[in-house]
Structure formats: structure tokens, C-alpha cells
């Protein structure tokens, strides 16, 4: 997979030393105990599991998919080399937990209900990058819609189950 490829390739080489916060970022393949919310939802519902959510599910969280994780990774590496400030990568919309909870219900065709648990106190309510700096100096901003992403990582944990 090329996404795979180039993100052993970039952790393996050197390169040059830039900053970047990258937050949320999913994709297929990835280990079924990565631990993501969009990985454990969307297990949760293939096994037929209830989906739990931590806190009153009032949090949001913002998810990128890897290529275009990928994408910013390889505009910055093509930046000039006087470029060197740290760059949030990421979606900057906000995305309610319990809609992505539904909608991986929905999606996967499971019965299962939502079941609130208690939020870890150091996990933040919000989650939302600001991608000023990523649109200004690499021309950068999130390309694929989560719906399309969130379909191809459902699709392939359904052959991992």
C-alpha cells in the first residue's frame, strides 16, 4: 500500500527536522486494538459489541486520513529549507463522538446501542487543529471526506473479523 510504504519509508530515513502534530489520523490497514476512537467504534460494531463512549458525549474529536496525513508530509519535505516551524496536520472540523458512534452503527448494520462510561480526566473534551500555517506555506488542507474514509476502514476491518 502506498500509504503504508511511504510512512515506514519517512520513519526510517532522515529527514529534515520539522515539527508536526498530527491528530486523529486512521486508516486501513491498522491494528483492530490500535486504540482510536474510529478503530474501537468500529470494531465494537463488527463484533456486535455496544459502543462505548467516555463522558456525557459532549467531546468532538477532528480525523484525518492517511493520505492526505501523507500528502502534507511530502509538501513539507518539498518546502524550502528555511521552513522550519512546527505544522498542525489534520481535519480541522470537528466531529461530534456520539454522530461518528451512529453513523459506524449505521454503516455496519449493527443492532448495538451507545453505553456512557466515565472520561478519563486527562483526555481532552475537544480536539481541532488549526491548519492556518499548513494552508498558507504548503497549500495544504484535508482532500478526502470522512464518510469516504470511514467506508474504507470499515470495509477492510470486515475481513480482519
Not at 486504540?35 to 467531546?59: E, H, K, P
Not at 505544522?87 to 456512557?116: C, D, H
Request: aromatic share 8%; with cysteine.
Amino acid at each position: 500500500m502506498r500509504g503504508d510504504a511511504l510512512l515506514r519509508l519517512l520513519a526510517a530515513a532522515p529527514v529534515r527536522d520539522q515539527g508536526r502534530s498530527d491528530l486523529h489520523t486512521y486508516r486501513p490497514p491498522m491494528h483492530p486494538n490500535d486504540g482510536g476512537v474510529m478503530c474501537n467504534f468500529i470494531m465494537q460494531a463488527l463484533r456486535g459489541d455496544d459502543i462505548t463512549i467516555y463522558g456525557s458525549g459532549q467531546q468532538a474529536r477532528s480525523f484525518c486520513y492517511v493520505d492526505d496525513l501523507i500528502e502534507a508530509m511530502i509538501r513539507m519535505m518539498e518546502s524550502p529549507a528555511d521552513f522550519m516551524r512546527p505544522v498542525n496536520i489534520g481535519n480541522p472540523g470537528k466531529f461530534s463522538i456520539p454522530k461518528l458512534a451512529e453513523l459506524i452503527i449505521q454503516m455496519t448494520n449493527s443492532k448495538r446501542k451507545l453505553i456512557f462510561k466515565r472520561f478519563p480526566q486527562y483526555d481532552p473534551k475537544q480536539r481541532q487543529p488549526d491548519i492556518t500555517l499548513a494552508k498558507s506555506e504548503l497549500s495544504w488542507e484535508v482532500a478526502l471526506a470522512l464518510e469516504t474514509g470511514r467506508e474504507k476502514t470499515i470495509t477492510y476491518f470486515k475481513t480482519v473479523i
